[in-house]
């Protein structure tokens, strides 16, 4: 009696140890990732602009004016930033703003209302930079200014295969569509004649005309027998 309440009671002290680590260690592997998501938000949020970085912004548009702070006219994929953070020449890939705003943009432009980790985009028209308002964005920094060597080269070269991916994947849609379109095209089925040629038929030739014409009163038939009777009376 007493050996098997000492078994039980080890059973009892084995499986609340096991289930205190496994939730010791679930509670540890909760507060790593807490505070590693803690860790990059700080970085990305408080962090100096530099090449290869991942940062949030808050971007807005704009659309008036018809040249920018480095001289160069207003168009599609410009931006304007603080200068402190991103000088004029810095290029930045967003990737968070949808399709219709994704895209690489390079930093021509400053602006007396454009400060700190504000990025203003160039948009054609007023009413859909209205329309955008104010959004929270990340962004990956690509180059910082002019410098061709403050730049993200692992960025880059991730961007140009990529690209180059993409080149050979519609390049292989367009083959294939090509080919599906002849495959759809009526063939003559294996081992099929083809039909006869039909035959021509000649046209019905005219009767010869007669070479000698009748006599008078000749019709090719003997006279009457009252005919002749008649004439000779």
Not at 100 to 122: A, E, F, S
Not at 163 to 186: F, H, I, Y
Not at 187 to 216: F, L
């Amino acid at each position: 009696m007493l050996l098997t309440r000492s078994l039980k009671q080890k059973i009892a002290a084995t499986c609340g140890a096991m289930f205190g680590f496994v939730l010791l260690y679930e509670v540890t592997m909760l507060d790593s990732k807490t505070t590693e998501a803690r860790t990059i938000e700080i970085r990305e949020t408080t962090a100096k602009p530099a090449p290869g970085l991942r940062l949030r912004f808050t971007s807005t548009a704009y659309c008036k004016g018809t040249t920018t702070a480095s001289g160069a006219a207003v168009r599609s994929g410009i931006a304007a930033a603080d200068p402190d953070l991103l000088p004029v020449g810095s290029v930045i890939q967003i990737d968070s703003l949808g399709a219709k705003y994704n895209g690489i943009y390079t930093v021509m432009d400053t602006g007396p209302k454009v400060q700190g980790r504000h990025i203003d985009l160039y948009i054609w028209s007023c009413y859909e930079a209205l329309a955008f308002g104010r959004r929270p964005i990340s962004l990956n920094v690509l180059r910082l200014g002019w410098n061709p060597r403050a730049s993200s080269v692992e960025k880059l070269g991730a961007m140009f295969k990529q690209r180059e991916r993409d080149m050979v994947e519609n390049d292989a849609a367009v083959a294939a569509g090509l080919a599906a379109a002849r495959a759809g095209a009526p063939q003559p089925e294996a081992g099929a004649t083809a039909p006869p040629a039909p035959v021509a038929i000649p046209p019905a030739a005219a009767p010869a005309p007669s070479s000698t014409a009748p006599g008078a009163g000749a019709t090719g038939d003997a006279p009457p027998a009252n005919a002749v009777a008649r004439r000779d009376s």
